[in-house]
């Protein structure tokens, strides 16, 4: 029995498709398929439907994952047992994390981290979406919200607040704002609505059901960067906002929002050495990072 077999399947499974797989494996798709379909000729079976759309699992295939997994499990239990060995952190973690998060607080952190541990290979994974952990999609997430199913492990790192800001010239030269139905009269940038991968980000309508933002986006880097633009008005992250002096607070009393960063793990990784390594020193630098804005956002307002 070789365990690398099933390890291409899971993956494959995971995926959908070969070149998928082979991306998150590391190797070339061609190869990904021969070890594929050699399982299928060691047990004597199909276990994926082939079709222009990827690779559907036949019923014996979904009969295997949950071997599979199994083994895949031991095989990650063997080695967080000779990790625990060694002090020399090696191997690839790769972090899947909202982009703001990536931007201003992993940044550092991860070039900290390489020059600790040369041999650990840190991937940031800065995409406005939520990741699959139990698809090896990322070995840690961070989230903004918590986990409700699955064999993950989550805790708490932080609170942040977000309010509205706007530049000093945009607010200067538009109709001014007194109220929140006043916000009718400017351009508001948000999220594009039918895209926001998580409702904890769903900001735009706790404000009123008049109000719409008019310049969207999926990525938070756009709507800031059009914010800076003096494009108009954003509900922005205080950490990230007070990077920027020339951004104030619009209606601080009415608009304030408060939410919390979430750590996630799959519970066969959480023992690993590099995963606690990385995840110790991530939770602990997020907590600091936006202690430490938010203190010096509220001494800028006194």
Known sequence: MNWDDYR???????TGRLSSAAKQLCVDHATVGRRVKALELALKVNLFDRSPQGYS???????LISIAENM????????????????DLAGIVRVGAPEGVSTYILADLAAELCDLHPKLELQIVALPQTFSLSKREADIAIAVSAPTSGRLKHRKICDYKLHLYGTEQYLATHPRVDCIDDLKRIRGIGYVP???????????????PDIKPHLTSTSMHVQLEATLAHGGVCILHDFMATQYPQLVRVLPDEISFSRSFWYIVHEDYAKLERIKTVSDAIIQHMR??????????EEKRK
Request: glycine share 10%; charged share 25%; aromatic share 8%.
């Open 288 to 297: 600091k990072k936006i202690r430490t804005a938010e203190a010096l956002e």
């Open 194 to 208: 039918d895209l926001i991968y998580d409702k904890e980000l769903d900001y735009i309508p706790l404000l009123g």
């Open 8 to 14: 291409y399947f899971l993956a494959v499974a995971r």
């Open 72 to 87: 895949e499990t031991g095989a990650i239990g063997a080695m967080t047992e000779i990790g625990g060995q060694s002090n």
């Open 57 to 63: 699992l036949t019923d014996s295939g979904q009969r």
